[in-house]
Structures are given as C-alpha cells and as structure tokens.
C-alpha cells in the first residue's frame, strides 16, 4: 500500500504576499484567544464616558471664564467644584477602565499562549524538526503579546474613539459650528500619515518577527551546545556573531520606530498646526464679535484632548501592523496537521502486546533515497531482538515509525494481526517503552524523572530499581538522596548517570514494547552488564527491540538484525550472523567478539 507523507509547506513567517489580516481570520483569533465582547464593550463604554465628561467640562471651563465673580462668590465655587468632580469621575472611570482590561488582557494572552503550546506539542515530529526551537518559542511571546494588543485595542479604538471624537467635535460644534468645520478637515489630514506609511510598517515588523525567531533558535542551540562551544574556545565566535545580529537588529528597529514616532509626531504636528490656526482664526472672530473669548478657550482645550485621542488612534493604527504580522504566522502554525489519534472505531489492543511485524516496510526521507526497502521481520513477546549496522543506515527510523512518529512509505507494520494505526495512538505508545540515543532528563528531583507519569510505584521498589543498575549508593551520596535536584537536561549528571536513569524511568513503567536505541553507549563494562542481566531478567514481560554498535550487547539477543548501506543484510540468531553476514562478523571482530564468545553464549 502506497503511503502519501506528511508534507511540509512553507516556512512559517513566509506568506506569498504581505496584507493586513482579514476580517474572518481577526474574529477566528478573537475565539482562540476566548475574547469576551462584554468586557471590551464595557471598557469601551467606560472610555466614552470618560470622554463624555471631558466634553462636558469644556462647557465648566467656559463658565469659568465667563464668570466675573471672586473666588469667594459661591457661583464660581460650584463651577470649581463641576470641574473637580468631572475629573475626579474621569480617573474613576480610567481606574476601573484600567482593572477590567488588565484582567482580560492577562485571560486573552495565556489562553493564546496555551493554544499555541497545545498545538505544537500534537504536531508531528517531521514538522516541529523542520523548523529551529526558538522560531517556536517566539510564537509563545512576541507573537501572541502582539496580537492580545491588537485584539484589545483594535475594538476599542472602533467603539470607543469615534465615540469620544464625536463627544469633543460636538462639544466644539456648540461653541462654534465653523470653527468646527475646520477642525474635522484638519483631523481628516492627521491621520494621513498613518496610512500612507502602513504598508511599510507591515513589510518592518514582519521581519522584525523573523528576525526575533532566528535570534532566539541561535540562543537556545548556543546554551544547549555550551559545553562543545567552551571547549572549542569558540565563545569570542558566537559573540561576534551576536555583535552582528545586534548591529542589524538595532537597524531594523530603528527603521521601524521612526516610521511610527514619524507618523505620531506628523499627525501631532498637524493638530497643533490647527490649534494655531483656529487660535488665528478665533482671535479674528473675537475681534469681530462672532465668538466669545470664553468659547474659544474651550474649542483649544477641546482640540488638545481631540489631538491626545488621535494619538492613541494613530499608535493603534501603527500596532496594527505588528500585529498583522504576528497574527498571520500564529495562525500559519495552527494550519500545520496535528497527529491523527487513531480511527473513529479503533482495534482493542490485546494485553500484552504478543508480536511486533513488519511486512514489507520502506521509508525514505522527504526528497531522499530509500533508506529502508522491504523490511520484514517478527518479534514475539519474550524475545530480544537486536539491530545493528552502518551509522545513518535506518536504524534509529525504525523506533521512530514503531512510534508512529513517522510512517512507512509502503509496507504495514502489524501488532496482534492488525496495523498500529488501526488502535488508538495514545494507547499504543502507553504500551511502548522507548530510551533515545541521547535521553532527556528533566529538571526537577531524580524522583520525579524516574517516576514522570506519577506511577505507583513503592520507595522499596524504587531502590531495588536502582540498586539493579549500581545507581543507589550515587544516588544515595547526593544531598537528598531520591529528593536531589537535578538541573535542566540533566547537566550535574554524567552521561552513564543518565542513561541508566532514563532506562529505570522506562522500565518502571512497565512496558510491553521496550525500544532501546544505544542505551549502553555512555557506559563502562561493569554497568554494561548490569544493564544486560536487567534486561535478559525482564526479557519474558516485554518485546524488546535494542539498537546497538556494541556487539557485546547484540550478542545477548535471540535474534539480530543487520542494516547496511541500501539495505538489510540479514537476520538471525547471533551464531548464523556471524556465519552467514560479512557486516556482522567484521563488527564483531573489530571489537574483539570471537566465535569461542559466541560459543560460550549458546552453551548457558
């Protein structure tokens, strides 16, 4: 059966052409990110009125100015007093405006960083190798601090602002319908700027954004290889490359501020521009006795709040672009497939699993040669199968698609005479038990690694693990014992440390499907051992699957596997391998592996 693999489309801050984002796909964030309209309508509502009471304190201030009276005449006081309590229910509103947004705005952006978190943690494994962990991780911050902005400000500034114009223009309509007039042209003209340079900020933050990932994927691969990076002295290499990030970084923002502050400050200029104007204009209509003085001091006042919220408008119409940006590549991530769970009516998985098969099997990588054809083999419960072979032949592919990380091209791979992917995903992978080539160990206590699906399992039990594979009296010296800290990916381990605590991890949870890929490569000959007696002590619960160079432990299997070049060269007892394949018996040789060892090995 001819299978079609996942394919990789573009790069996730590629997009074929730079636009604003649409309509559909703003009110698709605004559900992923569980937006609530109450609350913006709300906010909104809080910031009109607080721009409804600045509007009417224009008309308090033109009392002000109009009065003649002393400050002790109680007609100037209650003014004084209207005014105060105007401002003072302004910072009311503000600081209770200020309260329910922070609130939503903290709900909005970790219910989008969990969305995200959650869909990268079910794609495929194809797909989140394909691209650097930090371009990942950038998803996690700037991306979705950009778009909980956008969300937030976008309504309000649509609601709210046009609202609050409305509220100063008609203020300054009743004092002065012409000069009014000419203050909505010169608004009109203040915003401008903006967008004519929109397009220019969208094509800025877009890189900015690629930019921020790249730097944060060369972060994390220069903290994770900082061992190799101290030992090569190679720190002065990396700095420089950071210097020159930096450099073209600074450049890049720099750009990109100034075309915002630009478009701020033009749209700022302009206002003022109107305010001298219609002072000019107002001076004359004084003179001429068409306007009060009174009335022109409130429409100044009044275009000097209008111009504060045509800021705010104008800096919501620079973010937009970032957001745009942000928003288009978090919902190019959530269009990546995520692994299928198996069938609506999946197979019962048998317990235990009693065989493992592959028919016929071939895989290739995207674009690449075969790098396995036809492989059949069968592995019953109780058996050790081992795998052996040249470097970058297969091998470790082989766990992979067990795993169903990655799928045959052609060829099934059966379990109780069904294909794995007729079951349920998550219950086969309950069933398999797999130790990578490089184990991760997790921070946290040496408890918690060994024990991460929370098993039930007894502090005697625990130890007897540990004592299985020479780990007690290490664990024991360390402060805490099974409590001791252990640091991320496992640093204040050594490798051998690791390696032997990832296998008690795996085992603990009592697999039937065991999956071991170099297990032994870190360890000394003593520990060796002790893995191999643990694992022919075990062999009859499970079915287990060893990759391995050491030819010690391929020894110890009931059947080996042999993977050369282009393809399988044969598959045995160890004995036969020796006989019958060139690749075996010279692996064996050159670590010293004699007929007379494997002789000794059939007679106990």
């Known amino acids: 059966m001819k299978k079609v693999p996942i394919k990789i489309s573009q790069p996730l801050d590629q997009v074929k052409r730079i636009k604003f984002i649409k309509q559909n796909d703003f009110f698709h964030l605004w559900k992923l990110g569980d937006c609530s309209w109450f609350r913006v309508l709300l906010i909104s509502c809080f910031q009109s009125a607080s721009a409804g009471l600045m509007a009417i304190m224009l008309f308090s201030l033109r009392s002000m100015v109009e009065s003649k009276a002393g400050l002790a005449d109680s007609a100037f006081l209650v003014v004084i007093l209207q005014v105060c309590g105007l401002l003072i229910g302004r910072e009311l509103l503000l600081f209770s405006l200020e309260g329910i947004s922070t609130k939503h705005s903290v709900h909005v952006f970790e219910t989008l960083r969990g969305k995200i978190y959650s869909h990268l943690l079910h794609m495929p494994l194809p797909i989140l190798e394909k691209h650097p962990v ?12 950009m778009i909980q902005g956008g969300l937030l400000s976008i309504p309000r500034v649509i609601i709210a602002s046009p609202i609050s114009i409305l509220f100063y223009m008609g203020a300054i309509f009743l004092q002065s319908p012409s000069l009014a007039g000419v203050i909505v042209v010169w608004s009109v003209i ?13 094509v800025l933050s877009r890189e900015i954004l690629r930019r921020v990932g790249s730097l944060m994927g060369r972060i994390c691969e220069t903290l994770m290889s900082i061992k190799t990076i101290k030992s090569l002295c ?23 501020q100034l075309i915002s502050i630009g478009a701020r400050q033009l749209s700022a200029l302009i206002m003022t521009a109107c305010f001298l104007a219609i002072a000019l204009i107002g001076r004359q209509m004084i003179i001429q006795g068409s306007l009060a003085l009174s009335e022109l001091v409130a429409i ?26 942000a928003a288009r590549r978090y919902l190019n991530t959530l269009k990546y497939p995520t692994e299928s769970v ?18 016929k099997v071939s895989f290739a990588y995207e674009n690449g040669n075969p790098l396995l054809e036809g492989l059949s083999f069968r592995i019953l419960r109780g058996e050790i ?15 992979d698609m067990i795993l169903a990380f990655r799928q045959p091209h052609e060829g099934e791979i059966y379990s109780a005479g069904h294909p794995i992917e007729t079951y349920r995903l998550y219950e086969w992978r309950e069933r398999v038990g797999t130790v990578f080539q490089s184990p991760y160990i997790f921070s946290g206590t040496i408890r918690d690694n060994l024990l991460i699906d929370d098993s039930k399992v007894s502090d005697h039990d625990l130890w007897q693990s540990l004592k299985s594979l020479h780990l007690d009296e290490t664990v024991r010296s360390r402060p805490g014992a099974e409590n001791a800290q252990v640091f991320e990916a496992g640093t204040n381990l050594s490798e051998g440390e690791a390696q032997r605590l990832a296998l008690l991890r795996t085992l ?4 039937e499907i065991l999956l071991l890929d170099e297990v032994t490569s870190a360890l000394d000959a003593r520990s060796e051992q002790a893995v191999i007696q643990l694992l022919k002590d075990q062999a009859s619960e499970r079915i287990t699957l060893i990759i391995s160079h050491r030819m010690s432990l391929a020894i110890e299997a009931d059947k080996v596997l042999v993977v050369g070049a282009s393809n399988v060269e044969g598959l045995g007892t160890p004995e036969q391998m020796f006989e019958d394949c060139p690749l075996f018996r010279y692996m064996c040789l050159a670590q010293h592996i004699s007929p007379h060892e494997l002789a000794k090995k059939t007679k106990v």
Not at 385 to 399: C, I, Q, Y
Request: proline share 6%; net charge positive.
């Open 134 to 145: 930090g371009e990942w991780l950038s998803h996690c911050e700037n991306d979705i601090r």
């Open 385 to 399: 199968l081992a795998v052996v072979g040249l470097s970058g032949a297969g091998k470790s592919t082989l766990l």
């Open 234 to 256: 190679a720190e002065s290499k990396y700095n420089k490359i950071m210097h020159e990030w930096v450099e073209k970084h600074k450049s890049l923002i720099w750009k990109g």
């Open 342 to 359: 198996g069938p609506e009516h999946p197979e019962k998985l048998p317990h235990p699993v009693p065989d493992l098969t592959f028919d």
């Open 508 to 511: 603990l949870r009592k697999p």
């Open 300 to 325: 100044l006042v009044g275009i000097v709040l209008l111009t504060q919220e045509m800021r705010k408008s104008v800096g919501v119409i620079v973010e937009i672009q970032g957001f745009s940006a």
């Open 190 to 202: 203040g915003v401008l700027p903006a967008i004519l340079l929109k397009n220019r900020m969208l």
